[in-house]
Each structure stands twice: as C-alpha cells, then as structure tokens.
C-alpha cells in the first residue's frame, strides 16, 4: 500500500495522512520535512537534494503514505504510489483548518512564530484557484487528471475511514471509534496509578473521532476526581477500562481496543510521578507465559 496525498494547505492532508499511517501501519513522508532545512524557516534545500531524500524514502519503505501540496514532488511520486487521493473540500474548509492547526514545532520555532506567518498563508490559500505554479489548483488538477491507476478526490474534507473496534473483558459492552488519533501517552501519574493499578495508564487522544456505542452502554459508568481533571470511564460488570469524551477530546484506553493499531506511544508523561519499581522494567526477566 502506497498512498499519495495532495492538494491545498489546510485541506486535511495531514490528518488524513495520519490516519492512514495508524491504520494501516504506513511509513509516513510529510513533503515539508524534506523541502525545507531542519531549523531553519523559509530556507529551501537544493532540488537535487528534495529529489534524493524522496527517492530514498520510498526506495526505503515497502508501505508509505506520502504528503504535501508540491506539484513536482507529488507528481514525481504519483509515478511509485498505489493510490492517490487528492483532497479539493474548498477554499473556505482549508482557511478555517488554518485557524484550527495546532503549532507545528517542525515548521515553527515556537508558536508565535507560527501565528506571524498565519495571514500570509491564508492569502496564499485564496490564492490556490488563481494561481498556476505548482502549487495551485490548475497543477493539482491536472496530476489528477493525468494519473491511470487508482485515484480519489475529496470535496468534502478528508474521509476519516479509520475504524477501531472495541470492548470489554466481560463483552457486555462494545463499541467502535471513526477517525484518528492525535497523541498516544503513557501516564505515570499517581491518579493513572492507582485506577489501572499498574505502573501507568496507556491512553489515546483524539480531539476529531467518533465514539459509538454498539451494545452495554447503560453498563457503562464514569467516575470523575473531586477537584481535578482525572476521570475514567469503566464497565460496571467487569471493571475494564473504556473510552470517554471530556469537552472536545476523546480518551481511549489503548488496552480496550481489539483493533490493533499501528501507532507507536508519543511518550511518558507525569515521569516525576513514577512507582519507585517503576525504573528499567525492560531489564526485568521475560516468560513468555506464567513462568514454570
Ligand atoms: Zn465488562
Ligand atoms: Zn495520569
């Protein structure tokens, strides 16, 4: 599987791109990690060098999903992809994502810097219609055109067509999640301790998916922290962990999904707060059942 993604800025490209890359276990490619030099804002690297590091790339992966909105790459890519999607929802779902992005540390030294460039880019996403380098719509339209094997446009935003079933230990409830994940944590803190009764709760973070019920809801019970943030969602039967939405966030336990997904821990969090015996736990003897 080899997935090429395009179109304007702010049309979901990366969302899209993640959710394939956690689905489907795909090696990821942003085209802006490669045009661009690391640490330095608005400094292209040479074109023989952006051509290198894409055919390294993909030379190097079996599966990928490649993004970005550069007509000679995207184009130069097309000629090794599986499938491509071009994402056209229009100009005013691109300049509203705009003003949705989070910062982008690999784009921007800090979010102010981020911010500075911000009517700049959405200038240049009016632009996209009118314009005809590379980056436009009349290029755009015309890899799409051009491309014979298997290809998607989009008119209505990314199609978030990742799905992750699950349930709990006792099967009384069940349920299925629709798009992608943002942050995976492993939480370390004294709250997250004490309710997994483990060294840390494992968790996913989606503020764009959806949660569905598909049996067991009126199992379903959330006990909340006086005074805190710290809530957790359970089966009333068996006790397992289960989804919950606070505000605009979805917290998925990962151990509650059957689903396996691809996507790796973002990190440790609350470290400050480990178990004493919570220290190079990979060292520990391995069995790999109940040790004889
Ligand atoms: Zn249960
Ligand atoms: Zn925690």
């Known amino acids: 599987m080899k997935i090429l993604v395009y179109g304007n800025s702010g049309s979901g490209k990366s969302t899209y791109?993640?959710?394939?890359?956690?689905?489907?276990?795909?090696?990821h490619l942003d085209l802006d990690s490669i045009v661009w030099e690391p640490g330095k804002i608005a400094v292209q690297r040479s074109p023989e060098a952006?051509?290198?590091?894409?055919?390294?790339?993909?030379?190097?992966?079996?599966?990928?999903?490649?993004?970005?909105?550069?007509?000679?790459?995207?184009?130069?890519?097309?000629?090794?992809?599986?499938?491509?999607?071009?994402?056209?929802?229009?100009?005013?779902?691109?300049?509203?994502?705009?003003?949705?992005?989070?910062w982008e540390p690999h784009k921007y030294a800090s979010p102010e810097d981020q911010d500075?460039?911000?009517?700049?880019?959405?200038?240049?996403?009016?632009?996209?219609?009118?314009?005809?380098?590379?980056?436009?719509?009349?290029?755009?339209?015309?890899?799409?055109?051009?491309?014979?094997?298997?290809?998607?446009?989009?008119?209505?935003?990314?199609?978030?067509?990742?799905?992750?079933?699950?349930?709990?230990?006792?099967?009384?409830?069940?349920?299925?999640?629709?798009?992608?994940?943002?942050?995976?944590?492993?939480?370390?803190c004294s709250h997250c301790r004490k309710d997994s009764g483990s060294s840390n709760s494992a968790n996913l973070f989606s503020s764009n998916a959806r949660l569905t019920w598909l049996g067991g809801q009126d199992r379903v019970s959330t006990y909340r922290l006086p005074d805190t943030r710290h809530a957790?969602?359970?089966?009333?039967?068996?006790?397992?962990?289960?989804?919950?939405?606070?505000?605009?966030?979805?917290?998925?336990?990962?151990?509650?999904l059957d689903t396996d997904i691809a996507m790796a821990p973002d990190g440790h969090i609350f470290t400050a707060s480990r178990a004493r015996w919570d220290r190079g736990l990979d060292a520990a003897p391995s069995h790999p059942h109940f040790p004889a």
């Open 232 to 256: 957790r969602s359970f089966c009333a039967t068996c006790g397992s962990a289960l989804p919950f939405s606070s505000s605009d966030l979805l917290v998925v336990p990962a151990g509650s």
């Open 116 to 188: 500075a460039m911000l009517a700049q880019l959405q200038d240049w996403v009016r632009a996209y219609y009118t314009r005809d380098d590379q980056w436009s719509y009349k290029a755009h339209r015309r890899i799409f055109d051009d491309f014979a094997g298997a290809k998607n446009e989009y008119l209505s935003g990314a199609p978030m067509s990742s799905q992750f079933a699950g349930s709990c230990l006792c099967g009384s409830v069940r349920f299925v999640i629709e798009g992608s994940f943002d942050h995976f944590y492993l939480c370390h």
């Open 50 to 102: 952006i051509a290198a590091s894409l055919q390294d790339f993909m030379r190097g992966e079996a599966r990928w999903v490649i993004e970005g909105c550069y007509g000679e790459l995207v184009e130069a890519a097309s000629h090794h992809c599986t499938e491509l999607v071009f994402l056209n929802p229009g100009c005013e779902t691109c300049l509203a994502n705009n003003l949705k992005r989070p």
């Open 17 to 27: 791109a993640k959710a394939m890359s956690a689905r489907h276990g795909l090696a």
